[in-house]
Each structure stands twice: as C-alpha cells, then as structure tokens.
C-alpha cells in the first residue's frame, strides 16, 4: 500500500496538470484518513487554474482538519484576489484575523 507521502506527490502531480477532479476524488477514496495536508495541496492546485468554487471547498476541509495553519487562508485569499473578488478578501482577512493561524499576513518567519 502507498504510504500517504505518494498520495501527496500524486495529487500534486493532478493538480499541476489541471486535473483537480481527479486529485480531489483521489483525497476523498484514499484508503486512510486524509489530512490538512492534502487538501492544501490540492487548494494550491485550485489557486493556479482559478477554481473557486472548488477551492471554497477544499479550503473548508483543510480549515476542520488544521484550524491554526494560516496557508489555506492565504491560498484562499490569492483565489480570490485573482478573480477581483474583494468583498471575498475581505471576508478572508477578517476570519484569519479571529482565528488562532499560525501566519500573520505579510509575515513569513512565523
């Protein structure tokens, strides 16, 4: 059986080519419990092809599993931001700044 290190390169390697159904479909039948990790993984992959209403999705997931990690709130703020959604960034901003994330925006030694 893969070790959850292959399933990582696997939906990475999905997502990078644009095949985001296939890597969230891969998440979603592993044969053991997916983490923030993946999720994150794939919500980079949906930030890069501009896959909204997939990322709100998978940023939701990512934000059950991992509440304190602050990268779903940037990748989710940077689809966002593309698509000129500000009311949308806003929104972001303002649950990272009420939640306990670890990253601070604008801050990267955190």
């Known amino acids: 059986i893969p070790a959850v290190e292959h399933y990582n390169c696997i939906i990475d390697a ?3 080519a644009g095949r985001l159904d296939e890597g969230e479909d891969l998440i979603i039948n592993m044969p053991f419990q997916p983490g923030a990790l993946e999720w ?3 919500l ?3 930030r890069i092809y501009g896959d ?3 990322g709100e999705r998978v940023a939701e997931r990512a934000f059950e599993l991992d509440p304190r990690n602050g990268s779903p709130y940037i990748l989710l ?3 966002y931001a593309v698509a000129e959604r500000w009311d ?3 929104k972001v901003r ?3 700044d009420n939640s306990t994330t670890k990253q601070q925006l604008g801050c990267s030694w955190d």
């Open 14 to 16: 999905l997502g990078r």
């Open 40 to 42: 994150i993984t794939l």
């Open 44 to 46: 980079g992959a949906c």
């Open 52 to 54: 909204i209403k997939r």
């Open 77 to 79: 703020l940077n689809i």
């Open 88 to 90: 949308a960034v806003a």
């Open 94 to 96: 303002k649950a990272m």
